[in-house]
């Protein structure tokens, strides 16, 4: 059974840091890319950064690129999303998901729809 559990997030003043965790089971790590994706309040999932775990490859969008950074540790079956210079409109509910896209032409894509295998999702709430 896939399993995707997160931790981490909360509230941090605007300019600050986060990290979130999301521990994998229950599938080959290396065979997934697991992405991060967020919800506010009246907006659509967005993507906001993912991994190619076969290959490593991330991608991370320009509307948080230089202020979000994925990572993985393999040995802990676990992908980090470091947040870092942190603004309000950062503040949403925040999900990692997982797919089996590596070796496919959407290996690190921030489409929903491609992701079968969601975490609990975790607040994060960033003051003005």
């Known amino acids: 059974e896939v399993q995707l559990v997160q931790s981490g997030g909360g509230l941090v003043q605007a300019g600050g840091s986060l990290r979130l965790s999301c521990e994998a089971s229950?599938?080959?790590?290396?065979?997934?890319?697991i992405t991060w994706f967020r919800q506010a309040p009246g907006k659509e999932r967005e993507g906001v950064s993912a991994?190619?775990?076969?290959?490593?490859?991330?991608y991370t969008p320009d509307s948080v690129k230089g202020r979000f950074t994925i990572s993985s540790d393999y040995a802990k079956n676990t992908v980090y999303l470091q947040m870092n210079e942190l603004k309000p409109e950062d503040t949403a509910v925040y999900y990692c998901?997982?797919?089996?896209?590596?070796?496919?032409?959407?290996?690190?894509?921030?489409?929903?729809?491609?992701?079968?295998?969601w975490g609990q999702g975790t607040q994060v709430t960033v003051s003005s």
């Open positions: 991994i190619s775990l076969g290959d490593g490859v991330t």
């Open positions: 998901a997982a797919a089996k896209l590596v070796g496919s032409a959407w290996h690190t894509s921030l489409w929903p729809p491609l992701y079968d295998n």
């Open positions: 229950g599938f080959p790590f290396d065979a997934y890319t």
